[in-house]
């Protein structure tokens, strides 16, 4: 029992520093939690993607870019409702506050990842890269999942 | 004032006047009555009522290839809402709460079908609608067919939708209509469900709609 709670507490400081390890601030300034991707029917070649990315710093900080190995693009979107119409419009880039989060969550911000190099399952597990303003990127592990009461870490507001 | 009238010669006359005013009044008063316990709209949200839109012949393709039309929507309750394939947020989000939607009233036995509207003929062929309705659910359906096929249903519910084209010809974004709507079993538009959209949310809406269209028959 102790030692696994102690395997637990090593596993959860790793996760921690992974991400950041090639760009190692002496205080971590972008955490990225609960990521996820959608399963999406065989078909579709355009998924969505979902994570919070909390800004620890005190400067603000954007999202410039965002990449995989996986897809050959990825874009940041927001859906919205005018008039009753559902439309995704394009950011170029998403501003983090200071000592502050943003959540990409369904029928919000998301990024929107084409064509998969491969079919994609929930299970799956794909590497995405996050880049921000500061020079720094994270690399996260994001898990496919089938729907967003799989999704770990995740509270829906 | 009573004394001085009822000398008068026009008592009689008026008080028969003023007994058939009485009447109709009453007569008035209960008609209207009997109107509101059928036909007023007692309020339930997305309800369309007194005036639910009688669908007029439409043709479309189901996920099988078979025509879709006024027929197929008689004798159930539909839920159709539009969308396309390729649409990564929205859609699969509506999907996915109504698979969990059909799931209950399906072992509650209501008579029910879901039907996905593709709103991107171009892209949206039978067989990648069919993969993508059985996805969801292998009871739901999917229709689509020419431009033309599909605004003959689009332009009777009166939505409209943009395909994206000129930001980027070949994974062009749709804009679509959010909502889901309520078709009773005599292919009338009875109800209009708004997003966001919630399973115990859509149930309760439902449920108050069809228990008042059928108080009504």
């Keep these: 029992m102790r030692n696994n709670k102690l395997i637990f507490i090593i596993l959860l400081s790793l996760s921690n520093i992974a991400p950041h390890s090639a760009f190692a601030n002496e205080v971590q300034d972008i955490t990225i939690t609960g990521a996820w991707i959608r399963e999406a029917p065989p078909t579709v070649s355009t998924l969505a993607a979902y994570a919070k990315i909390m800004n620890q710093s005190n400067e603000k900080i954007i999202l410039t870019s965002v990449s995989s190995p996986t897809f050959t693009r990825i874009e940041l979107h927001l859906s919205k409702l005018v008039d009753g119409m559902a439309q995704m419009k394009k950011q170029d880039s998403l501003m983090i506050e200071a000592e502050n989060y943003i959540e990409l969550s369904p029928g919000a911000y998301h990024l929107m990842l084409f064509n998969p190099d491969r079919p994609l399952k929930a299970g799956d597990n794909v590497i995405i890269h996050f880049n921000f303003s500061d020079g720094s990127s994270s690399i996260i592990e994001t898990p496919v999942k089938k729907r967003i009461s799989d999704a770990h870490n995740h509270h829906h507001h | ?217």
Aim: hydrophobic letters at 40%; aromatic letters at 12%.
């Design chain 2, 1 to 217: 004032m009573i004394k001085t009238l009822s000398s008068s010669k026009f008592l009689i006359p008026a008080m028969a006047i003023l007994a058939m005013l009485a009447t109709s009044a009453g007569f008035y008063i209960s008609l209207k009555k009997s109107q509101q316990s059928t036909q007023a709209n007692p309020g339930i949200e997305g309800l369309f009522w007194p005036n639910p839109k009688q669908m007029n012949a439409f043709s479309m393709l189901d996920q099988n290839g078979e025509s879709f039309g006024l027929t197929q929507l008689r004798g159930k309750w539909s839920f159709i809402f539009f969308g396309y394939t390729q649409c990564p947020d929205v859609c699969p989000i509506t999907m996915a709460v109504m698979a969990d939607v059909y799931k209950q009233l399906a072992l509650e036995d209501n008579n029910v079908q879901v039907i996905f509207t593709s709103v991107d003929p171009d892209r949206d062929t039978t067989e990648i609608l069919f993969s993508y309705v059985s996805y969801f659910n292998e009871h739901f359906i999917g229709l689509g067919g020419s431009t033309d096929m599909v605004d003959s249903l689009t332009k009777q519910i009166g939505i409209a939708y943009y395909l994206n084209k000129e930001d980027n010809a070949d994974n062009y974004l749709v804009d679509h209509s959010a909502s889901i709507f309520l078709f009773d079993p005599k292919a009338r538009m009875v109800g209009k469900l708004s997003p966001p959209h919630q399973k115990d949310i859509i149930i309760n809406q439902f449920k108050s709609i069809q228990q008042f269209i059928d108080a009504q028959q």
